[in-house]
């Protein structure tokens, strides 16, 4: 690849790193088979097989319990993926049916991962862990050494087709300078970690198979540039920059503002009492979204009023006297509840989700606004409530008065660009509205946002999602009610900044992410802000949306 040549992908957490290119150890060849196990090995096959799995998970089980956060929980869950009986089981069949352990080991996980991306969404995203469960097992099976992230000696810039959550969480942002794959979205795993850690991170770069191990990488996870051997000059002097405008967003304080005083609320995204409590540390004002179906996803049967009350609280209680925006199951499509008892769609993204769910049967919508008022009953926080993918006035209605029945603020989340379109109607029944930028670009852009093939469609800085952002905080401010975004774009600094000048009027994004946001609102002025939103919306497309923005918010 040329010196200088400069590749674009979706960036996804801001800040620079620079330094030879590692790629990850590649997966293990599986052998096809050579003959069939005779009948009396078996046996002895069968335990060769329990012994690998024992000690994959248990290598995943002790770097769970070194790790924290986000990371400590991906790699349990992995960990608990490679002890699963049902997938043991399959492999224990093929080899009572004489098929050597690692190729057994691939067709059972071939079964599973064709059932995952069959169902679409959540379900999908797994298929990236069973295949490092199974390459890991492998790995095992042949004596070889553990596949994956090898341990650079030098700050490196970490190069993959994706990243394995069990490789992900454990990267050392000291010797992993930046992060860059060639496939993964916005919301994949590495995103994810990759957040969390403060690893700047670019993900679907086409042309990132064509460099080689120990070729210089300038990774901009601002802009989405990946520069192939840059200058060293324009490499040091842009890791300089990224390295200042870090320092500064980590000693930012304080309330969200604009540098001439215009507020804009800057809260969390959270999904149990520990990510509130921590989130409370920082610098986050209260919470823009309680994504309340996440407490359940593993629950068969429906919560007591009395279990959910509980679990509100513990959210509750980490913001006394603070808005806390509750969020009515979202379940559904990449977020299957059991107990919501969902049919099987061919479609479930476009299918009986979210609110649609309470329209016909509202008995599990009701009870959890019963916990919900009891938790806030029980607690100081102040609480809004809103509803997740409402398309039509009538269902706004029918979620704003079952929630003022119980003394509480109604709103609904504006996903599904038929909510932006009938904004105004829409407000007139409800008391605010906050954005859900995840699901409003993977509607308007007809793209899966969890596609690892459609990431530059599934990106918020599409300019027809950011009219649609603007259309919604039009008709917030000719209401006079509030317009948040509790979507990843809230967590981009420079998008931040986009969205108040559309007339956003609060911020909602992973804790982590909001010293950054928080540190780029301060420096410029609303009419700035707004100048970048007049800018980004005559573009049309999206690398030239965030060229506008920058150019007009002068960041390097
Ligand atoms: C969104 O769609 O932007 C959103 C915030 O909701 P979720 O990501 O939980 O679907
Ligand atoms: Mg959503």
């Given at each position: ?96 049916d004489g098929v050597p ?147 500064e967003a980590a000693q ?47 629950a068969a049967t429906e ?254």
């Amino acid at each position: 690849m040329t010196t200088g040549a400069r590749l674009h992908g979706t960036p996804v957490v801001p800040g620079t790193g620079y330094g030879p290119a590692l790629r990850a150890a590649p997966r293990p060849a599986i052998p096809p088979v050579a003959s069939e196990l005779p009948e009396p090995a078996r046996e002895a096959e069968r335990e060769r097989f329990r012994a690998a799995v024992a000690a994959v998970a248990e290598r995943l089980e002790q770097r769970a319990a070194r790790a924290t956060g986000q990371a400590a929980e991906v790699l349990a869950t992995t960990a608990t993926m490679a002890a699963d009986p049902t997938l043991a089981a399959g492999v224990e069949k093929a080899i009572a049916d004489g098929v050597p352990a690692v190729q057994a080991v691939a067709s059972a996980t071939a079964e599973f991962t064709a059932m995952f991306s069959a169902a679409g969404g959540l379900m999908a995203e797994r298929v990236t862990d069973l295949e490092d469960i199974r390459d890991r097992v492998v790995a095992e099976l042949l004596g070889h050494p553990e596949p994956g992230v090898p341990h650079p000696d030098e700050p490196s810039v970490l190069v993959a087709d994706d990243l394995a959550p069990a490789d992900a969480a454990l990267l050392d942002p000291a010797l992993v300078v930046a992060l860059a794959t060639r496939l993964g979205g916005p919301t994949s795993h590495t995103a994810i970690i990759a957040r969390q850690l403060g690893i700047p991170c670019v993900v679907a770069v086409p042309d990132l198979g064509d460099v080689a191990s120990g070729t210089p990488l300038l990774v901009d996870g601002g802009t989405g540039e990946v520069v192939v051997a840059p200058e060293e000059e324009e490499a040091e002097t842009r890791v300089r920059a990224a390295r200042e405008l870090a320092r500064e967003a980590a000693q930012w304080r304080g309330e969200g503002r604009t540098s001439d005083g215009h507020a804009v609320d800057i809260l969390a995204n959270v999904a149990d009492g520990a990510a509130a409590r921590e989130a409370a540390q920082g610098v986050a004002q209260g919470v823009g979204l309680f994504r309340t179906e996440l407490c359940f996803l593993s629950a068969a049967t429906e919560p007591s009023v009395e279990q959910q009350t509980a679990i509100y609280a513990e959210v509750l209680e980490a913001f006394p006297g603070r808005k806390v925006v509750v969020r009515t199951l979202d379940a559904g499509s990449d977020k299957p509840l059991v107990y919501a008892g969902l049919d099987e769609e061919a479609n479930p993204a476009l299918g009986v989700r979210g609110l649609r769910i309470a329209m016909d049967d509202p008995g599990i919508l009701d009870r959890q606004l019963d916990a919900i008022a009891a938790a806030a009953g029980a607690t100081s926080a102040e609480v809004w409530v809103m509803a997740p993918m409402v398309a039509t006035v009538a269902e706004a209605a029918f979620f704003a008065e079952r929630v003022r029945a119980r003394g509480l603020t109604p709103g609904i989340m504006v996903e599904v660009p038929a909510a932006a379109l009938l904004a105004d109607a829409l407000l007139a029944e409800v008391d605010f509205v906050s954005i859900g930028t995840n699901d409003l670009t993977q509607y308007t852009m007809a793209a899966d946002r969890l596609s690892p093939s459609l990431a530059s469609l599934s990106d918020p800085w599409q300019p027809a999602v950011l009219r649609l952002v603007g259309m919604t905080a039009e008709a917030g401010q000719r209401l006079g009610k509030p317009v948040g975004v509790c979507g990843e774009a809230a967590a981009d600094p420079v998008l931040a900044a986009v969205l108040v000048g559309l007339g956003v009027t609060s911020l909602s994004a992973a804790a982590a992410a909001l010293p950054a946001v928080g540190a780029r609102l301060s420096r410029h002025t609303l009419e700035q802000c707004r100048q970048a939103a007049t800018a980004v919306l005559a573009t049309s497309d999206p690398v030239a949306a965030r060229d506008a923005a920058r150019a007009v918010l002068e960041v390097e």
